[in-house]
């Protein structure tokens, strides 16, 4: 019985490893997912070391899940892809074995960040900044400068380093490549050659030797070898391709691929990113700049802090009774706060919440966590009130951040696209489009990393023409929101007034009176 074509997308996010299998027409048939624990090591503070042989194991297991789950044979998959969380960074010896990884929230390099940021009096970094899009803080140097000081043997053995969706990639076929839109995170490699620049390396006195070669996004980088088969439970010979950097891949399997296009991605951090007909940086160095995974683009991205994990915060801490009633009428706890929320005027009685700042990407912390202008009155000053102001705040971060964005790039957009958890919320999608001022669509698609994971599979199979092409096609619409013009005005006076105020609040955790929510390595 032959079995229509399909495609697999392995996605390494953070907390877990999923594999999910996609029909040609880009429907999801089936997933498996496992979570998996980083390693922090005793003796080095800030260490998440990446645990290459049990995650392989995890991998695999994920693999055969979910074969098993769409009850499909090995021989119905033509193409696999991976994708992974960026900045994870992983070594190999001549041999071409992994030795040593880890994983993005590794933060043990700090003091190599500072050392770094030294060089030619911070001239360093800026360099490192024009030409990747990226600072030092999240980069690869110093991690690698921290096993340089502290681990010379794994320095010494290393002969190669790739990031954590090439290793996935290495593990089926046996072949070693990065792409552009997940090493460029690294720091090393150029915004505009799509090329590593070692002279990078060389200038912060590291070897420029262990570079590997990059390769696009949806070429074919090899096929399942018959170890990997037996272990995994995909068919020997089974193409797989290049991969990429999970929210570049996101925006993919949005049909977010053409210049200007904008996504807010609603995830445990918000993303806010605009596609950038060429590449160009911010002279503020307060936006990071990545290569996408269309060749020739580049992406702009912000980052807002802890969104998601704000409101779960707040839903455990002060909604318990909530929760129970959702409990019992068989509905979400959220959708019950946004309905009660939705009561709340715009403004939410002048309330400011204080979490995560715009994006500052050259000296980036935040402000204590905090909300701003309560009053005792219990008719203003309640759970729905705090519950809306956050969610307003969510969009106001999102739109200074895009504010930033078109102030460098002249990238504007009438539109954008609100995916992941945040954008279930009808409310939250209205806010976002009131505060913005921009019409707001929402995908129906849920998996949208792991789907533009799958099209580059498809791509390097044979099966679609090319990624911009196919993303646009595969991707379907569920609900779209307009800017309300009077709620809008009120909202740039509010997102103004929390401007102000931020900065008031930053000024109290520079005098030591209150305690920054998260600083970046180095500061």
Not at 117 to 144: N, W
Not at 239 to 244: I, L, P
Not at 333 to 352: D, F, I, K, T
Not at 407 to 415: C, L, Q, T, Y
């Amino acid at each position: 019985m032959t079995h229509a074509p399909h495609v697999m997308a392995l996605d390494a996010g953070t907390g877990s490893i999923r594999a999910v299998i996609f029909s040609e027409q880009g429907e999801q048939i089936a997933v498996a997912q496992a979570e998996w624990q980083h390693l922090a090591l005793p003796d080095v503070p800030g260490s998440m070391e990446f645990d290459l042989q049990k995650n392989w194991q995890l991998a695999c297991q994920c693999i055969r899940q979910a074969l098993a789950n769409a009850q499909l044979p090995a021989s119905a998959i033509r193409g696999i892809a991976c994708c992974s969380m960026r900045e994870g960074i992983v070594l190999y010896n001549k041999a071409g074995e992994a030795i040593w990884a880890c994983a993005n929230v590794d933060a043990r390099a700090s003091r190599e960040v500072s050392e770094l940021k030294e060089i030619h009096q911070g001239a360093f970094e800026r360099e490192v900044y024009q030409y990747s899009g990226q600072t030092l803080a999240l980069g690869a140097m110093p991690r690698l400068l921290w096993l340089a000081h502290h681990r010379p043997d794994i320095y010494r053995e290393a002969a190669t380093l790739t990031m954590i969706s090439d290793w996935l990639a290495c593990c089926l076929s046996g072949e070693l490549a990065v792409d552009p839109s997940n090493a460029g995170t690294t720091g090393m490699l150029d915004l505009h050659t799509r090329q590593w620049r070692p002279e990078l390396l060389d200038m912060a006195g590291l070897r420029g030797d262990i570079l590997s070669p990059v390769l696009e996004t949806g070429v074919p980088l090899g096929k399942v070898t018959a170890r990997a088969a037996e272990a995994c439970g995909l068919a020997a010979g089974t193409v797989v391709a290049m991969g990429g950097g999970d929210v570049q891949l996101g925006s993919l399997g949005l049909g977010v691929v053409q210049p200007g296009e904008t996504a807010v991605l609603g995830g445990t951090f918000w993303q806010q990113v605009v596609n950038l007909p060429r590449p160009a940086v911010d002279p503020q160095m307060n936006i990071r700049v990545n290569p996408h995974v269309i060749p020739g683009m580049a992406q702009a991205e912000a980052i807002s802090f802890f969104t998601g994990l704000t409101m779960r915060w707040f839903r455990d801490a002060f909604c318990s009774e909530e929760k129970l009633i959702a409990e019992r009428l068989g509905v979400d706890c959220y959708s019950l706060l946004e309905e009660m929320a939705a009561r709340v005027p715009v403004g939410s009685w002048g309330v400011m919440p204080v979490f995560s700042d715009a994006m500052h990407f050259n000296k980036w912390y935040h402000a204590a966590p905090s909300f701003i202008n309560l009053s005792i009155d219990p008719e203003r000053c309640n759970k729905q009130t705090l519950f809306r102001a956050l969610k307003e705040n969510a969009a106001i971060v999102s739109a200074c951040n895009l504010d930033q964005v078109a102030a460098f790039s002249g990238a504007r957009s009438d539109s954008l696209v609100f995916a992941g958890g945040g954008s279930k919320g009808a409310l939250w999608s209205q806010i976002l489009s009131d505060v913005t001022g921009l019409r707001v669509k929402v995908p129906q698609v849920k998996e949208a990393t792991a789907l533009g994971c799958a099209i580059a599979a498809g791509v390097a199979a044979g099966m679609y023409d090319s990624l911009a092409e196919t993303g646009r096609s595969l991707v379907r619409w569920e609900r779209e929101y307009h800017p309300n013009a009077q709620h809008h005005q009120l909202y740039q006076a509010h997102k103004a007034r929390w401007q102000k105020i931020y900065a008031d609040q930053l000024g109290l955790v520079d005098s030591g009176l209150t305690t920054s929510m998260w600083k970046a390595p180095g500061l």
